[in-house]
């Protein structure tokens, strides 16, 4: 299992960038948001808009979380994402799926495998689960050690197939999200 931490900013519409360090405190890459014009970090103000770029310190892998326009947007958030590793460029799509705030779920599909994010009520772990013939497999968790901030998160990866960065940035747009 490999372990991997961050700490975002405070101030949720922050677009300052982040580290993420390795359990022996390395930092191995790096978070921030970002808007695609001025009017969209106004816009964020009122309807939850947000667009969010991952990379390794290394730069053989990147993910760019790019949201869909505000029609596409109507009724659940969608993003494009670029999923850049060793000079080859990937796409995919990221769907929020949440009905209720509380228990968040986000789904993808990604090189062959078809990945479920959930968070439930009052439980301060976000579980990623792949599906594997009809079953669910956890890969990774993500939780935070304090009830106060600033908050540490923790990622924990069971699953050597998938990189820290694509679970990074998801659970980054979960926290904006909330």
């Not at 930092?27 to 970002?34: A, L, N, Q, S």
């Not at 029609?71 to 799509?93: A, I, M, P, S, T």
């Not at 050690?145 to 908050?151: A, E, I, N």
Request: glycine share 4%.
């Amino acid at each position: 299992m490999r372990t991997y931490k961050f700490r975002p900013p405070m101030m949720n519409r922050s677009t300052k960038t982040f580290a993420i360090n390795d359990n022996s405190g390395k930092k191995v890459g790096e978070i921030e948001r970002y808007f695609n014009f001025k009017g969209q970090n106004v816009l964020s103000t009122f309807i939850n808009m947000s667009n969010v770029k991952v990379r390794s310190v290394l730069e053989e892998t990147s993910l760019d979380f790019i949201e869909k326009s505000l029609l596409n947007n109507l009724l659940f958030n969608k993003w494009d994402v670029n999923y850049k590793k060793d000079g080859k460029l990937h796409h995919f799509e990221l769907r929020d799926k949440t009905k209720i705030k509380t228990n968040q779920l986000f789904l993808y599909t990604f090189q062959g495998r078809s990945m479920q994010v959930k968070s439930k009520v009052m439980d301060r772990t976000i579980r990623f689960y792949k599906e594997q013939s009809g079953h669910l497999k956890i890969v990774a968790d993500v939780s935070y050690d304090t009830l106060m901030p600033p908050y540490t998160h923790t990622i924990n990866l069971h699953d050597d197939s998938i990189h820290f960065c694509e679970i990074a940035g998801v659970y980054y747009l979960m926290l904006i999200q909330q």
